[in-house]
Nanobody
Framework: QVQLVESGGGLVQAGGSLRLSCAVSGSIFSINTMGWYRQTPGKQRDLVATITSAGGTNYADSVKGRFTISRDHAKNTVYLQMNNVKPEDTAVYYC???????????????WGQGTQVTVSS
C-alpha cells in the first residue's frame, strides 16, 4: 500500500559522488519526515540524515559536510547527495518515511528495500 522505491546506488571510487533517490507512493495523507539510514553486515541500522516537512535536517556526524539531504514535496521524493565518499560509507542504504495515513491517524513508519553503495579505495 505504501511503497518506497530507491535508486542511485552502485559502485563509486573514494572521493567521488553519488546521488540516491527515493520516491514514496501509496495511501498517504502527509509525510512528516523522510530520511536515509544505512546498515552493514553485523552492524545496526544507523541514521544518515533526515529532513522534516518544515525543512529541518539532521545528519550523522560521520557524514556532515559531505552528504546533503533534500526533498521534493510535490513528488514525495527524498534525495541524498553523497560527495567525497569514503570506503567507510559502504553499506546498504535504506530510505525512511514517517507519515500519516489520514487526517485523523497516528504516525506510521515505512522503509525502502535498500540500495547497495560500495566505495572502492
Amino acid at each position: 500500500q505504501v511503497q518506497l522505491v530507491e535508486s542511485g546506488g552502485g559502485l563509486v571510487q573514494a572521493g567521488g559522488s553519488l546521488r540516491l533517490s527515493c520516491a514514496v507512493s501509496g495511501s498517504i495523507f502527509s509525510i512528516n519526515t523522510m530520511g536515509w539510514y544505512r546498515q552493514t553486515p553485523g552492524k545496526q541500522r544507523d541514521l544518515v540524515a533526515t529532513i522534516t516537512s518544515a525543512g529541518g535536517t539532521n545528519y550523522a556526524d560521520s557524514v556532515k559536510g559531505r552528504f546533503t539531504i533534500s526533498r521534493d514535496h510535490a513528488k514525495n521524493t527524498v534525495y541524498l547527495q553523497m560527495n567525497n565518499v569514503k570506503p567507510e560509507d559502504t553499506a546498504v542504504y535504506y530510505c525512511y518515511v514517517k507519515f500519516v495515513r489520514t487526517s485523523r491517524s497516528f504516525e506510521f513508519d515505512s522503509w525502502g528495500q535498500g540500495t547497495q553503495v560500495t566505495v572502492s579505495s
